[in-house]
């Protein structure tokens, strides 16, 4: 993980189980904390990320050595100044998903604990992920887009068996997709960050801009995805 600094946020985590505030048992906060220590113990977190030159072509973004096609308004959107993407994917690995299908059969609440416990990680490294890659594009004088999932907005996640084969992400990191396009491990993302340069304006980013916003359960609770 190189110089990553394993430090579970627990307002992240409270934030993915719905918290908006209201009190709650010392007994729930002491499981919160040991299901937070649970994760840093547990998880076999890796990731990886590759640069492709991309190309901008009647509402699809090309991906120029690979047979990735990114497909959709808000993709193209989100690219339309970029001449280059970063394709990345992480994953906590598959004793996370065992431990919390574990927990789903004897103690519900532990399971939701530390399925937001292993949301929180999964996203934390990203940031640190891209922060990397915002750090070797500065040096360019390039700026970079936010990350970009397959799901959000109107780009499919029917792309994700394709995404994990560009970056080699089975072997690379023991990464796959299902026949219905589900991340395997399922505590694992996969994003898109693009680079430009010129400024690109981070302002759009979030419930807003996002087409799926009426359908999205993070909404419905008073949070966000942190898209």
Sequence with gaps: MNNFILNIDKQEVLRYLG???QEFSKELNKTIDEEIEEIKS???IKGIYNKYSIT?????????????ILKGKSIYNHLSKCSKVYLMAVTLGIHVDKKIAYYEKFDLTRALILDACATT????????????????????????????????????????????????????????????????PRKSVTAIIGVSDFKIDKGERGCESCIGKKDCSFRKVGVTCGG
């Design 19 to 21: 918290h908006r505030g």
């Design 42 to 44: 547990m998880a076999r």
């Design 56 to 68: 901008l072509d009647d509402g699809q973004v090309i991906l120029e050595e690979s047979n990735l």
């Design 121 to 184: 990680l999964v996203e934390e490294y990203c940031d640190y992920l891209e922060g990397i890659i915002k750090e070797e594009e500065e040096k360019s004088n390039n700026t970079i887009t936010w990350r970009y999932s397959p799901g959000y907005g109107d780009l499919t996640i029917d792309i994700q068996g394709k995404f994990l084969r560009a970056l080699n992400g089975e072997r690379a990191i023991g990464l796959t997709a299902s026949s219905h396009n589900l991340l395997i």
